[in-house]
């Protein structure tokens, strides 16, 4: 197979990436050529112990990392949208390893692959990354869940992150109206609620009123992904690892339209 059929599939992902990383488009679009062109000159290979997609960020970052200087847009940050200023304020160690992991979907173990790393450093940049995230997108959080433990649970967690709990509901009705009474910057939701009340109809609901993430946690994924309707973003099944919530959270606050607007 040729070196372009390998990667071709690949390369829209990895300009979308360099995008993100250099908060410009052209800026990353010259990395992602550099890239290429040192692969079809042979003057760079895709590692052959890495799957084609890992071994092609890798090269990418080989380049970012040895002709970055050259390639840097010098004009400011004027003109780029909030949440790639929000982004180029994160150390680039840091804005890495995030970038990999919630917008791309590597392991942290491919991820650091990628960033010639060890899996413990990655881990470290990408929690140094989401603090960063948490504390410039401060928000309100209603909680729908009506296990009194899980709910106590999820609060502390949001509250590690500097978040504010501004509401708590155990049922659909519950629920809809916390958010007439107080609208929240995001939404944490059980499926399956006190009174065989749906989470799902009360996201709905809060839906129709504002637009504002959402992030299902729950015992019954199956529920919500059945390819019958379009599926959540952030879907977290019980019982949960806390850092996975904590993950979802900073995920779901920097990359939802609403909130880069509010920001802006």
Do not use: C
Request: glycine share 6%; aromatic share 6%; proline share 6%.
């Amino acid at each position: 197979m040729s070196l372009l059929a390998r990667l071709a599939p690949h390369l829209p992902y990895v300009r979308r990436y360099a995008r993100a990383l250099t908060g410009d488009q052209i800026t990353g679009d010259n990395y992602v050529r550099v890239a290429l062109e040192a692969l079809a000159a042979g003057e760079r290979q895709l590692p052959p112990e890495m799957t084609p997609r890992v071994a092609l960020y890798h090269v990418f970052h080989a380049i970012w990392a040895s002709t970055g200087a050259q390639l840097e847009d010098k004009s400011g940050m004027e003109g780029r949208d909030d949440a790639s200023r929000r982004l180029m304020r994160i150390a680039p160690r840091s804005r890495q390893a995030f970038l990999l992991t919630a917008l791309e979907g590597f392991t942290p173990s491919e991820a650091a692959q990628i960033l010639d790393a060890d899996a413990g450093d990655v881990e470290r940049l990408i929690a140094e990354a989401q603090s960063d995230i948490d504390a410039e997108l401060a928000t309100d959080v209603l909680i729908i869940e009506d296990e009194a433990i899980i709910s106590a649970d999820i609060e502390s967690l949001v509250k590690e992150l500097g978040h504010r709990v501004t509401g708590t509901a155990t049922t659909h009705d519950e629920a809809v109206d916390a958010v007439a009474r107080h609208r929240p910057g995001l939404v944490l939701a059980d499926i399956q609620l006190a009174d065989g009340s749906s989470g799902i109809d009360a996201v709905k609901d809060i839906l129709k009123r504002i637009d504002v993430p959402v992030i299902f946690i729950t015992a019954f994924p199956e529920r919500l992904l059945t390819g019958e309707r379009p599926e959540p973003t952030f879907l977290i099944t019980k019982p949960f690892q806390p850092e996975t919530v904590k993950a979802a959270i900073s995920q779901a606050l920097f990359f939802h339209p609403s909130r880069q607007r509010e920001a802006a």
